[in-house]
């Protein structure tokens, strides 16, 4: 049997009213030679007989059920399976353009120092109706992409990771992304045991030791909508603000697998700290509830010695004024290399 170039797993509990256009967005891609691996935690929506129904006229297609394992833990199921050279997670209520896989294969192919390829986001509503477009102003890839954010560029590791640590994430959805399945055997699944917000720790230590290439002229799609795994108006919780400090507590004690010796380590460890300072000030600034009280706090850490203070005051007096917004972009100045590489615009050809 071929080996696919592309595996594409699917995983699903009971999303059936999404699963005709789903499928649909995965038959209509530009780039034919993938598998579709469909794992299904036994769902009671009907999903499992459409899932079989459909099987019968897709060749490519392969589906099976499992033990529910919840978000994003139910993905590693196909993920173990997936034989191809590049793994997409097509998640079950979600959408992607015709030439998504087309368009990231023919990056990963022309950049193959890069283990992911990373595309803009489309959000959509319950009734797929397009839906707030803040990624592309207010999400922390465009807040440390600066100009190159709907340019074609390179992300070098670990800046990526080092971004996440900030307490957000550089990658909003998986659909987001393509990978290359040698990655899983650097860095391993996505774990479960965080629930939804779990992927946030796959990306951190994906984006330690993995380079990024992004292509801005295709898009995955993001349903937001009521039953969703993962509850938008859940994300500024303290309940979930814990979980990501937790999972960043985690990855930063084993700082030690994301590093090929002593000296990669002693890098990453002072750019660890810095984002933890960072990290610190921008909450601490954030918890603040008056312009006075914003003001004091500022001239405290300033006065205590704190780099991100002063640096934030010297936004402030300068005439552009962005800090906080734009202190994301700032991480960049961290690194002794460039970590965003600009490139030429993607040549329009076929990889099929």
Not at 17 to 33: G, V
Not at 119 to 148: M, Y
Not at 233 to 246: E, F, I, M, R, V
């Amino acid at each position: 049997m071929a080996t696919p170039r592309v595996s594409i797993c699917l995983p699903n509990l009971n999303t059936l009213p999404y699963l005709a256009e789903r499928l649909a967005t995965i038959q209509e891609q530009t780039f034919t030679d993938w598998e579709l691996l469909v794992y299904d935690g036994y769902s009671e929506d009907g999903a499992w007989e459409f899932f079989q129904e459909f099987a019968k006229s897709e060749p490519r297609m392969r589906c099976w059920q499992g033990p529910r394992e919840g978000t994003p833990g139910s993905w590693s199921p196909c993920i173990r399976e997936a034989r191809g050279e590049f793994i997409y997670v097509a998640t079950s209520d979600d959408t992607m353009a015709p030439d998504c896989l087309e368009k990231m294969i023919a990056a990963l192919d022309e950049n193959p120092d890069c283990d992911l390829a990373h595309c803009a986001i489309r959000i959509i509503d319950e009734n797929g109706n397009p839906a707030f477009d803040w990624w592309a102003t207010s999400s922390l890839f465009a807040k440390s992409s600066g100009d190159l954010t709907h340019l074609p560029h390179k992300r070098m590791a670990p800046f990526d990771g080092i971004l996440c640590l900030l307490g957000d994430n550089v990658y909003t959805s998986v659909t987001q992304l393509l990978i290359r399945s040698s990655l899983f055997d650097k860095i391993g699944y996505f774990p479960k045991e965080w629930g939804a917000p779990g992927d946030y720790h796959w990306n951190i230590r994906a984006g330690l030791v993995a380079s990024t290439v992004h292509v801005p002229d295709t898009w995955g799609g993001w349903r937001i909508h009521p039953n969703q795994a993962t509850v938008a108006g859940s994300l500024q919780t303290p309940a979930h603000q814990a979980k990501l400090d937790s999972m960043i507590e985690d990855v930063v004690s084993n700082l030690g697998n994301y590093a090929s010796d002593k000296g990669q380590l002693d890098v990453l460890e002072g750019l660890v700290k810095k984002a933890e300072d960072l990290r610190n000030h921008l909450r601490g600034h954030a918890q603040q509830e008056t312009p006075t009280s914003r003001r004091l706090y500022l001239l405290q850490q300033a006065l205590a010695g704190q780099s991100p203070a002063w640096q934030h005051l010297t936004s402030m007096a300068s005439s552009d004024g962005k800090w906080p917004l734009a202190a994301p972009e700032s991480v960049k100045t961290w690194f002794d290399y460039e970590v965003l590489v600009p490139l030429p615009a993607a040549a329009k050809k076929r990889v099929s």
